[in-house]
């Protein structure tokens, strides 16, 4: 039988020369990295493809679909458990990976291009985890992934267009899944598939650089099969064991579902995205953009161009003191920040009086707001945190540069005939509130609330946060609504 698939494909040869190479400076357990990330990649896909079995990617079904796979699928919660804590074992394999390499200076010719391939599956290796985190739609999902999107929206020239391209609309919601589920299950593994075969494909090309040394790596005892392989499987192993044991004593929390008039509660993001937040804290109001965008940007850029930059002919460790310094002193800070960053995030929940999402597992459940009808005060702010609080916010304070303040707004306590026409009608385009500039994206609402109901969130709005100003009858919404 091999003989006839010998004949017919060559496998058996290639794979016999694979297995029988030797392995430059002899097997070791610093060539582990590579191994043990595919395989982490191809649990992620494997337990991938079982969850998109039970998931349903809406607002109407996210949350309910992820508690489903909790309670009622056999193993459910535990294949959930594997996927999460898996990615955070492959986001830290690709990055000891990187580091490994940068040490051993293993990105120098003939190697550049495989080194920028490498970092180019870690940033998708990123959004792999960052698109992720938004799926269960819990209140943590939520609002993280909303700091995400707006972090986004930040960016010069195409920062607006893609966040419109990921939430699509004016909040999040149905679409928003289905972007962040696309990008997820469908882009980036096919993008980690094809970039990691590249990455093999270049490594087959140029072979393992070996350690840090400038002399040709001596080939001392030790082949693939069965040294390397028994050190690759017995790392991978592990991994997976690692996964296996935190799917199981610390399994991810699902908390209440996705709730935008949630005022107290402070999301958290995932370990990896810590350093980010820390730079963010730390970066002034009027200077955000650079904390947000500048410094990862120039950060992903040197990467890419290390193997450029750096001109030293040398890939022994002592030297190159310069670069091995600054690595040094990147991750202490990259350390540094994620730690920052958690205690900013405590500090925050501590203050606001909410939480940071700690929460059983068997504690989700749906919270639904109250059902309107009169036109009072009460039914208005009710109404208001339904349909309003994800734009303008709870408090009525809005989000800079996207959706205007209710509070302390002339225009809110002016005229009652031109908020009532706002509300019906809705308001699109460039527009200046309070001498300050916004892109108008406000929903026609007439068809959608009864005039009642238009009226009573129009009172409210005039009413509260400190307005003080005359209500708003149904009779009045009738004549602006003709």
């Known amino acids: 039988m091999l003989q006839w698939l010998e004949e017919r494909t060559g496998i058996v040869s290639q794979i ?36 998109t079995f039970y998931y349903a990617p809406s607002a109407a079904t996210a949350w309910e679909s992820t508690k489903f796979i909790y309670d009622k699928v056999n193993f459910g919660e535990f294949v959930i458990g594997v996927h999460y804590w898996g990615a955070s074992v492959m986001i830290a394999l690709v990055a000891l990976h990187l580091l490994q390499v940068l040490i051993w ?19 998708f290796t990123l959004v792999m985890g960052l698109t992720g985190y938004l799926l269960p739609w819990d209140l943590n999902a939520y609002f993280a992934s909303q700091v995400s999107i707006n972090i986004t929206g930040s960016a010069p020239v195409l920062g607006e267009w893609v966040k419109g391209f990921l939430q699509d609309g004016p909040s999040m919601g149905t679409l928003t899944i289905n972007r962040f589920f696309g990008i997820h299950v469908w882009l980036v593994p096919a993008l980690l598939v094809l970039l990691a075969v590249g990455h093999l494909t270049i490594f087959r090309h140029n072979g393992a650089a070996g350690p840090a040394d400038d002399k040709p790596p001596t080939r001392k005892p030790g ?18 064991a690692i ?34 937040y820390g730079v963010l804290r730390l970066t002034p109001p009027s200077l955000e953009v650079v904390g947000t965008i500048v410094v990862p940007t120039l950060f992903l850029l040197v990467l890419l161009l290390l193997p450029w930059i750096d001109r030293n002919p040398s890939r022994v460790i002592s030297r190159r003191p310069a670069l091995m310094g600054i690595t040094a002193v990147l991750v202490l ?51 208001y945190l339904q349909k309003c609080a994800a734009c303008h916010n709870a408090s009525g304070a809005g989000i800079a540069g996207t959706f205007p303040p209710l509070a302390a707004n002339a225009f ?71």
Request: aromatic share 10%; charged share 15%; net charge neutral.
């Open 105 to 123: 200076g293993a990105y120098k010719r003939p190697r550049e291009i495989m080194w920028v391939v490498g970092v180019i599956l870690f940033l």
């Open 412 to 482: 809110v306590t002016g005229d009652p005939k031109a908020v009532i026409d706002v509300v019906v009608n809705g308001k699109t385009g460039p527009l200046t509130v309070e001498g300050k500039p916004y892109n108008g994206a406000m929903p026609a609402w007439k068809g959608q609330l009864t005039n009642a109901q238009i009226a009573s969130v129009v009172t409210y709005i005039r009413n509260d946060w400190g307005n003080k100003a005359s209500a708003v009858t149904e009779a009045q919404v009738a004549a602006e609504a003709k």
């Open 16 to 51: 016999n020369t694979f297995l029988t190479e030797d392995v430059p400076g002899g097997a070791s357990y610093w060539y582990v990295f590579g191994s043990a990330t595919m395989v982490a990649l191809v649990i992620q896909i494997v337990t991938g493809i079982f969850l």
């Open 333 to 383: 800070v990259i350390i540094g920040t994620g730690i920052y960053g958690q205690a900013a995030i405590n500090q925050a929940a501590e203050q606001s009086g909410g939480n940071v999402g700690i929460c059983a597992v068997a504690c989700g459940h749906e919270e639904k707001v109250a059902a309107t009808g009169s036109n009072s005060v009460l039914a208005g702010k009710t109404l």
């Open 223 to 240: 082949r693939f099969w069965p040294n390397q392989l028994f050190m690759d499987t017995a790392v991978s192993v592990a991994a997976f």
């Open 243 to 276: 996964m296996v044991i935190l799917a199981i004593t610390a399994p991810p929390e699902l908390l209440n579902k996705a709730d935008p008039n949630n005022s107290t509660f402070v999301p958290s993001p995932a370990w990896y995205f810590l350093p980010l």
